[in-house]
């Protein structure tokens, strides 16, 4: 069955530092990946997508991500936190041979950015 | 503003009543979709509309059905609430590879 993995409720780190969201997922093919950050009370944003070339994708906010072929991973990044990042984080896919455009997502991993 | 719209934002309403949820977006997408999102926050699609046309069904009770009278709107209605049916439910649209563009949801309360 197809999924999306991410295996950290929360993730809690201090503004300024560095903070990776991880995503790993098991989709045949080769799937587009999605970052989403949803705020509370909001429905999701877009941040980012990979759909092919160069494995480090930039996203809005000054969110990237790295895609890893061979560990299907697709980890969100951000060299330096902000308290206003604090939000739920979602990694999606979409099989490339899927015509319906249905979006698989994760589980959800709470950012929290303390000051 | 461009966005996706949905409405009511919150409904509260006692089991066995049958209510509707409705969705407009003005981004001028041919796909539309329908996710519920549950307590735990975990997101799942109910629902997807390609010009009209319902192309995604997921293993959802017959009680749910939404209705797309163009393209620029999907409604769902739901017959015969149950406790369980509390969820927050999300309309978003696309236009071909495009990302989902989200409504804020609808917060649905069943007592």
């Known amino acids: 069955a197809q999924s999306v993995a991410q295996p950290e409720d929360q993730v809690n780190v201090a503004e300024g530092n560095p903070l990776t969201v991880k995503c790993t997922y098991s989709v045949s093919g080769n799937p587009y990946l999605f970052w989403y950050v949803q705020y509370p009370n909001r429905g999701l944003q877009f941040l980012l997508k990979?759909?092919?070339?160069?494995?480090l994708v930039k996203g809005s906010y000054g969110f990237e991500a790295e895609f890893n072929k061979s560990q299907t991973s697709f980890h969100l990044k951000k060299p330096s936190a902000l308290v206003s990042d604090s939000a739920l984080y979602f990694c999606?896919?979409?099989?490339?041979?899927?015509?319906?455009?249905?979006?698989?997502f994760g589980s959800g991993t709470r950012l929290l950015v303390r000051p | 503003d461009t966005a996706v719209s949905q409405t009511p934002k919150y409904l509260v309403t006692q089991m066995g009543n049958d209510k509707s949820i409705k969705c407009e977006q003005n981004?001028?997408?041919?796909?539309m979709y329908w996710y519920k999102q549950d307590s735990k926050k975990f997101l799942k699609i109910m629902f997807s509309y390609n010009n009209k046309e319902l192309i995604i069904n997921e293993t959802v009770p017959n009680r749910f059905s939404p209705k797309s009278p163009d393209k620029a709107h999907l409604n769902l209605h739901i017959n015969s609430l149950e406790l369980g049916d509390s969820a927050v439910y999300f309309c978003a649209s696309s236009q071909a590879d495009s990302p989902l563009h989200f409504g804020n949801g609808t917060r649905l309360t069943v007592t």
């Open positions: 990979y759909i092919t070339g160069d494995n």
């Open positions: 999606a896919v979409r099989p490339r041979m899927d015509s319906s455009y249905k979006l698989i």
């Open positions: 981004l001028g997408h041919d796909t």
